[in-house]
């Protein structure tokens, strides 16, 4: 089965499911990208929010801090059961299957292959997840725009292989990259509440081409729709400066305006909080985390350590939101990393920097900090950390880090 029409299936459903939405804007944008892995820990943080949901409205219950596991076992009790038809139960068994494969490094040595994911395991992953959105809008009473086609595909999910419905597919939408950057600079992961009724559908994709190709440029993730309005996008494209943004109001607006101002030197102020405050929106929570940087540097020069430490733990909370809306955003992935070094939480720095070098090889600044990670473990004497920490510098060196060249080579 070809795969690019499930995408579009999910970009037509995108905008009937609430604070959502942005996760399954990013669901397609990824998978165009071949972000498989993104896809799949997506499409986890969607139907975590749809299970959140269910148990709010259909058990009456407090959700708290419950994850996907457990909630899902709630709906296979036999005091729930019927609430999930027992296929749509299966569809999310195969989701939270590949989700957790996904979002979870399940090998040992570094030296390890992890799990790998592919273009099928993507494609049953979307037939099970398009099943259940169309399963919940209608429990919903979301009208998605005409009859269902009488066509169906089979999804192996299990032994067992389930019919899932196809719905017609809409126009093409757009496709980010993600950044690879290196400065120091995204909301939190999937939402605990649905809106009853569909929001306003996003604008047309094709509409924001330009603009997106400015995003792609910087190598920033692109705002979800909701966060974006169709009549500012050609004013966005153009604008150079501050007073070129003068009028526009949209969220996306705010973090062009945020941007402009921090990498003029100049502190934002309400944009950012606007910006920021847009669901999904992981430019400019990640921009709220570079700010916050800049603020525990100059904290921490002029002697006071407690509001540096205050500073930099809000700037790692907004790298976590950033990735939790944009899992393969390297830029807040690399600074959140760099927080955490500061932080002293190094074993979670090189979590991080192990896993943007795992997933491009060529990136030398991350090498470089996994070095001086490394090092920093291995003053206790581990001899193999020490060996880590240099080949660590050497791969960096090798990619372009002038400064690594000396501990490279020293003996």
Not at 106 to 122: F, I, N, P, R, W
Not at 155 to 166: D, I, M
Not at 182 to 209: E, I, K, M, N
Request: charged share 20%; with cysteine.
């Amino acid at each position: 089965m070809e795969i690019e029409p499930l995408f579009n299936q999910i970009d037509s459903l995108a905008g009937h499911f609430g604070r959502v939405s942005g996760d399954l804007q990013a669901i397609a944008a990824r998978g165009r990208a071949s972000d498989y892995r993104g896809v799949m820990q997506n499409t986890r943080l969607v139907l975590e929010a749809i299970l959140r949901d269910l148990v709010t409205r259909e058990l009456k219950q407090t959700v708290g801090k419950a994850m996907l596991d457990e909630l899902i076992t709630k709906f296979r009790q036999q005091a729930n059961a019927g609430i999930i038809p027992t296929n749509i139960l299966a569809h999310m068994g195969t989701v939270q299957a590949w989700g957790n494969l996904s979002a979870h490094d399940h090998a040992g040595s570094l030296a390890d292959e992890g799990v790998q994911v592919g273009k099928q395991e993507v494609i049953a992953s979307l037939n099970s997840m398009v099943a259940i959105l169309t399963w919940y809008a209608g429990k919903l009473g979301v009208q998605l725009g005409g009859p269902a086609p009488s066509s169906a595909v089979t999804v192996k999910t299990g032994p067992h292989p389930v019919p899932t419905p196809v719905a017609a597919p809409p126009p093409k939408s757009r496709a980010p990259v993600f950044f690879g950057g290196v400065v120091l600079l995204g909301v939190a992961g999937a939402a605990a509440w649905f809106v009853t009724r569909p929001p306003a559908v996003a604008p047309a994709a094709a509409s924001f081409d330009a603009l997106d190709a400015l995003y792609r440029t910087r190598n920033e993730p692109v705002p979800p729709g909701s966060c974006r309005n169709l009549d500012e996008a050609a004013k966005l494209v153009a604008a150079k400066d501050e007073a070129a943004l003068a009028g526009l109001t949209s969220a996306e607006a705010a973090y062009v305006l945020a941007r402009l101002k921090h990498e003029g030197g100049t502190k934002p102020g309400a944009e950012l909080d606007k910006a920021s405050s847009c669901a999904g929106f992981a430019a400019a929570l990640s921009l709220h985390g570079k700010v916050q940087v800049r603020e525990a540097e100059a904290a921490a020069k002029g002697g006071d350590a407690d509001a540096a430490a205050a500073l930099y733990g809000k700037a790692a909370r907004n790298f976590d939101a950033a990735l939790a809306a944009a899992p393969a955003y390297k830029a807040a992935r690399f600074n959140r990393a760099l927080v955490l070094l500061k932080q002293n939480q190094v074993d979670d720095g090189v979590k991080d920097l192990s896993e943007l070098v795992a997933g491009d090889p060529t990136f030398g600044e991350a090498h470089f900090y996994l070095g001086v990670a490394y090092e920093a473990l291995a003053r206790g004497g581990d001899e193999g950390l020490k060996k880590k920490a240099k080949d660590a510098f050497c791969a960096a060196s090798k990619n372009g880090v002038a400064a690594a060249k000396n501990r490279c080579e020293a003996p």
